[in-house]
């Protein structure tokens, strides 16, 4: 079994940075591919960034990419997610993910992932 618990979500003003870690129990967090989604209100769940078990390759939604950073703290068994020109859009929950079978076919894709924490709120004022 494994469990994720995020933090460091918060109220930014927009251009601000944050930025969330996600704590991994388990002892084979470091074959498991991460994954962070978002979820605003009336919305759907939606990827924003995902890192192979290796931490080699990382992926990440058009909507984010050269704003976020996604990676790992092996030692720590840790996945951050760093955001930084943060905008009113990005409001949301975030939820960090963990597919347990190490994939990256369809990173992007909510039903990969088989472990989900319980979600941070990320609030970002114009």
């Known amino acids: 079994q494994v469990q994720l618990v995020e933090s460091g979500g918060g109220l930014v003003r927009a251009g601000g940075s944050l930025r969330l870690s996600c704590a991994a129990s388990?002892?084979?967090?470091?074959?498991?591919?991460m994954g962070w989604f978002r979820q605003a209100p009336g919305k759907e769940r939606e990827f924003v960034a995902a890192?192979?078990?290796?931490?080699?390759?990382?992926y990440y939604a058009d909507s984010v990419k050269g704003r976020f950073t996604i990676f790992r703290d092996y030692a720590k068994n840790t996945v951050n997610l760093q955001m930084n020109a943060l905008k009113p859009e990005d409001t949301a929950v975030y939820y960090c993910?963990?597919?347990?079978?190490?994939?990256?076919?369809?990173?992007?894709?909510?039903?990969?992932?088989?472990?989900w924490g319980q979600g941070t709120q990320v609030t970002v004022s114009s």
């Open positions: 993910a963990a597919d347990s079978q190490g994939t990256v076919v369809a990173v992007t894709n909510t039903l990969l992932y088989d472990y």
């Open positions: 388990g002892r084979t967090f470091s074959r498991y591919t």
């Open positions: 890192i192979s078990w290796s931490g080699s390759s990382s």
